[in-house]
């Protein structure tokens, strides 16, 4: 499996793009970037959005998408997530007031957005992958997912959260994940303004990664805001954990 990172960054600024992942150029988690991160001719690829939550961070990037790709004609993807998500997108967003309804257009029987609503702490499988969503602890309704290949090898993803503790539990039980992607968005000065906007700081990580015994797993932290990145670098290379490394954009995971 091939993890593309188009976006990884906690805000859209400079050359800075949000949560997106592309696993082996057919499957996107999150939609931060697409058409400003990808060349058209590799859009037809794209079979399937695995959706975190609803924030425009995260979402931003599926409205552009969805126009090209009604404009090319003849291709519709999947937006997967677990059901209370999908039911925000299509109340609040694609409601013909902030988005036309893509899950009509051009038809109800042949739209460019099919909804696929996947079950919490199961997994679903999805062509080469199998996904399972697991609840986190944001301000808004929001899954972490266990990403798995056929052979069973994986990784995780907490998407948006504050101290949590389910996602946790599981990757303490969690077999054969090679690594967890974890959301750190503000330096531990700022652990207020994190607990109360749903994020972690280097210091919330660590220990969450203490009290649930993951210190021995590998993880890249995302969600940085551009504007606190050296600091937030600082802190880890401070705390001497070799076992923490910083998301890049435009660089790939491989498993
Ligand atoms: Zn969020
Ligand atoms: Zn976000």
């Known amino acids: 499996m091939n993890i593309k990172i188009l976006g990884c960054s906690g805000n859209y600024v400079g050359r800075h793009r949000t949560t997106c992942f592309l ?3 057919t499957l996107l988690i999150d939609a931060g970037t697409i058409t400003d991160s990808l060349p058209r001719k590799d859009f037809r690829k794209i079979k399937r959005i695995l959706v975190t939550h609803t924030h425009m961070d995260h979402l931003k990037g599926l409205f552009p998408f969805v126009d090209e790709l009604a404009m090319m004609g003849e291709h519709n993807i999947e937006l997967v ?3 209370p998500v999908l039911d925000i997108i ?4 694609l409601n013909n007031l902030i988005w036309p309804d893509f899950t009509v257009i051009p038809s109800a029987n ?5 909804l696929q609503d996947i079950p919490l702490e199961k997994l679903s499988r999805l062509d080469s992958v199998s996904v399972k969503p697991i609840l986190t602890t944001h301000t808004v309704y929001t899954v972490g997912y266990v990403v798995r290949q056929q052979d069973g090898e994986g990784f995780m ?3 948006d959260t504050g101290p949590t503790k389910r996602f946790w539990e599981l990757a303490h039980d969690e077999k054969s994940i ?3 992607i974890a959301d750190v968005s503000f330096p531990d000065r700022l652990k207020d303004l994190a607990l109360i906007s749903g994020h972690m700081t280097p210091s919330i990580l660590m220990e969450m990664i203490d009290r649930y015994g993951l210190g021995d797993r590998t993880f890249y932290v995302t969600h940085i805001k551009p504007i606190f990145g050296r600091e937030i670098v600082r802190e880890f290379v401070r705390s001497g954990r070799h076992n923490i490394r910083i998301l890049k954009q435009a660089e790939t995971l491989t498993i």
């Not at 299509?90 to 967003?93: A, E, F, H, M, V």
């Not at 042949?110 to 099919?114: P, Y």
């Open 178 to 180: 090679h690594f967890i």
């Open 110 to 114: 042949d739209a460019i957005i099919k």
């Open 81 to 83: 997530s677990a059901a």
């Open 157 to 159: 993803f907490t998407a």
């Open 23 to 25: 696993i082996d150029e």
């Open 90 to 93: 299509t109340n609040n967003l």
